[in-house]
């Protein structure tokens, strides 16, 4: 079994959602998962979820090499804004290939 | 001004959130409830502000509109130049957190509002009308200190200006944030809908206000305390503006209710209340569109670790016994 697919997760405030999903769609990804992150710390400080502003959230995608490149693209343009985005990608396995790209 | 007015449940409920981080209890509140009662909280202040619009006059109403305006445009430039100029704070951190100051806290507006209903004290209902008011001038501000704070950075760097944030989609975010639109849309249905149509939601939105209030700041007073261990980043000069800012705020406050808009003891005292208190639902978010080159945590800790602490505890008799004095 070999890897097929690359896990792209980035950590990013919450306000930056829709901006997110924006992006992937324009990029024209297949699908993606936002989860809420409960609570955490990093460069920006204690993240607790009292409010929208101090809520981060994960948005992970499961897509192919190509796309993964076209995302970092675009993302290192938002992180040339200043925006604290983390991003990590991680190689994958999926079974169904044809529904991740 | 004595200890009594600090016994009401609103206030002793966030002292006893704050006690429990303190002393490491495991209380907790589940995922999302502080995000619930918050929109609980909102619809029934709007709703209290619509039913009073709906009785207001028409003059008082829109000075009352225009002195909110006057105090959302001016405190966070104050704020600004007390942070950059004066405390020499970072430009990107002193336009987020003026942001902040400009805009108002609903959770304090709250607590002053069972502060004066536990002494039967009356006021006038035209500070809600300002409360909705008040929340999106501040993130303009923000902006434009924003858009300002680049331009001197590309001036200091021989850079042209980098690609900002458009007026436009902070114009979006500071008008229709969830935060004014349940103020503004709840004061609209109570505004529109007849008395005795309004009768059927009244007491779930009055009769429970206080008690869901008292929730909302147990939560607040734990969140509070998580942010102590955060200070020891903001520094001296961050630590004094959160304390010293509130006052300055409630003082401008004071002269225009006073002798703009004439309002009585609880109106003032209202009006001090909202030009004191800083924001920590609305303008986060919009200041983490805006302005990411600030760092979120000086301005968390700040409204919501400190202000928001001082003012419950400390400011609120503070404001009260001024306006008393001056009013009275």
Redesign the interface.
Known sequence: MEYNRKQVNIIV????EAKMVRLANRVGVSGYSIT?M?TGQGS???Q???????SNILFMMIITFDKMEQMIAEIQKIK?????LRVFINDTYVMDEKDFH | MNLSSLLIPAVLFFALGFLAKLIKSDLKFP??M??GLSIFLLIGIGIKGGVALSQAEFLPALNSVLAALVLGFATPILAFVWLNKLGKVGIFDSAAIAAHYGSVSAGTFLVAIAFLDSMGQTYESYPLIMLAIMESPAIIIGLLLAIYARSQMAKLNNNSD???ISMKSLLHEALTN?SVVLLLGAMLIAYLVPADNLKSVIPFYKEMFMGVLSLFLL??GM?AA??I??FK?AGLVLITFGITMPIVGALIGLVVAHYWLGFSIGGVFLVMVLAASAS??A???????AI??A????Y??LT?GLTFPFNVVVGIPLYYHIAQALVG
Do not use: C, F, H, Q
Request: charged share 30%; proline share 13%.
């Open positions: 405030n919450s306000a930056l809420p409960r920006t400080g204690l607790t979820s009292s409010s929208e502003g101090d040339d804004r200043s925006y604290p | 995922d999302g502080a995000k980098p690609e900002s969830g939560e607040m969140e998580k942010k261990n955060e980043k920590y639902i303008v986060p978010p919009a200041m983490r569109m990411p080159e760092n979120p945590s000086y968390l800790t919501l």
